[in-house]
């Protein structure tokens, strides 16, 4: 682990990361001694920081740390955060605070092959989100309604929980974003109010873009979802997973899911 550029597993008791999670990360996949889509992340990253009013790294400096981080690493997940730093107690952040960049590298997790051929089941997720415009998009450090979100279920079986918000929208899952096909277009929810906007929902948008298939982000509820032709979730480590059971619903076919799949495995930053 690179805190700060030097290695290290400690960070200041005092630093606002983890006294109030006032920062941001992103989560990305080594593959081959390669950083997988890093310009996507650090645009993502950059947007975060402005949002949060937090200092960005400088990209050629954080890309120097991330390459000595991996140097020699063949596969992995590298995390990257940015906290506001340390600074004197209270909630107001200062203007003399100078950011914390940690950064680590842990083995890839291992999930079944069928989750990605056959598609997974999905545990609707009883826990809401909350609306905040403000973060809405955002991948800041407080991820409590996650945290509790997937502690809802232990069936292994399960691969991932769905989440709504207040107002019963389907959002996301609790680690991914999520796409349905209905009638030839895809859809996926609105973020605009509370969830992730992860890279990978970006790269299938380009996907759509670039395929000349209608895709719109919207509102939608579970109904609507139930009723889709195909359903598919995506994060940087997982990639694409197809749902094969949600509520009791089966899709036993996931031929665009597929489709999109291998383009996101092979196409180039």
């Not at 954080?62 to 600074?87: D, H, N, P, Y």
């Not at 004197?88 to 003399?96: D, K, L």
């Not at 997982?238 to 495995?265: A, D, F, M, T, Y």
Request: neutral net charge.
């Amino acid at each position: 682990m690179l805190v700060n550029g030097v290695l290290s597993d400690s960070i200041s008791a005092a630093d606002r990361g983890l006294l109030y999670g006032d920062g941001v990360f992103r989560t990305l996949r080594l593959a081959r001694g390669k950083l997988l889509h890093w310009p996507h992340h650090y645009r993502k990253l950059q947007q975060d920081c402005a949002a949060l009013l937090l200092s960005c790294p400088d990209p050629r400096s954080l890309l120097a740390e991330l390459e000595q981080l991996v140097f020699g690493q063949a596969e992995g997940v590298v995390k990257i955060v940015v906290t506001r730093g340390s600074g004197i107690r209270g909630y107001a952040p200062t203007t003399h605070t100078a950011p914390t960049r940690i950064l680590s590298l842990s083995p890839l997790p291992v999930y079944p092959a069928l989750f990605s051929t056959e598609g997974v089941r999905l545990h609707l997720c009883g826990l809401r989100l909350s609306h905040q415009p403000r973060l809405a998009g955002i991948k800041h450090l407080n991820r409590l309604e996650n945290v509790l979100a997937a502690a809802e279920w232990s069936d292994t079986d399960i691969a991932e929980g769905l989440l709504l918000d207040d107002n019963d929208n389907v959002i996301e899952g609790t680690r991914s974003n999520l796409f349905m096909l209905r009638n030839n277009e895809l859809l996926t929810p609105d973020l605009s109010r509370c969830g992730v906007a992860g890279v990978q929902r970006e790269r299938v948008m380009e996907w759509a873009t670039s395929h000349n298939r209608p895709c719109r982000i919207e509102q939608f509820r579970m109904p609507e979802l139930l009723a889709a032709d195909e359903v598919f979730l995506v994060n940087s480590l997982i990639g694409l997973w197809p749902v094969r059971e949600l509520q009791g619903r089966i899709w036993g076919q996931h031929p665009v899911s597929l489709q999109i799949q291998k383009w996101l495995n092979h196409a180039p930053d």
